[in-house]
């Protein structure tokens, strides 16, 4: 578990990694985080993709998309020992399903 000034610090790690890919943590709390990007919103291909590979992560309790608004709300195990490594392996299969999708879609113009 993170102390809270550790918290505080990785979480200005992590929006700075997401901001690439217009991704924007809107809410924290240990176990459970809500992100928003404009590419999320309606029927997003990068999110049909995106939610199955998460909820495959085994300290993932669950994954919900809110297509109105465009977030993604990520709820995990905060009794175990996830460490700043596990999220960022989370936050690497963001950035790898955001790069397959926008790779497929170039490539069929």
């Known amino acids: 578990m993170l102390s809270k000034v550790k918290q505080v610090f990785f979480l200005r790690k992590v929006e700075k990694m997401l901001a690439n890919y ?3 943590v809107k809410h924290f709390i240990p176990g459970r985080v809500r992100l928003a990007s404009p590419y999320w919103e ?17 300290k993932i309790r669950s994954v919900r998309h809110t297509k109105e608004t465009g977030t993604i709300l990520v709820e995990y195990d905060p009794s175990s020992n996830v460490q700043e490594e596990q999220i960022e392996q989370w936050i690497h299969t963001v950035h790898r399903i955001h790069n397959e999708v926008i790779t497929e879609e170039v490539a069929r113009l």
């Open 22 to 24: 217009q991704i924007t």
């Open 42 to 58: 309606g029927q997003s291909k990068i999110v049909q993709r995106l939610m199955p590979e998460l909820e495959r992560e085994a």
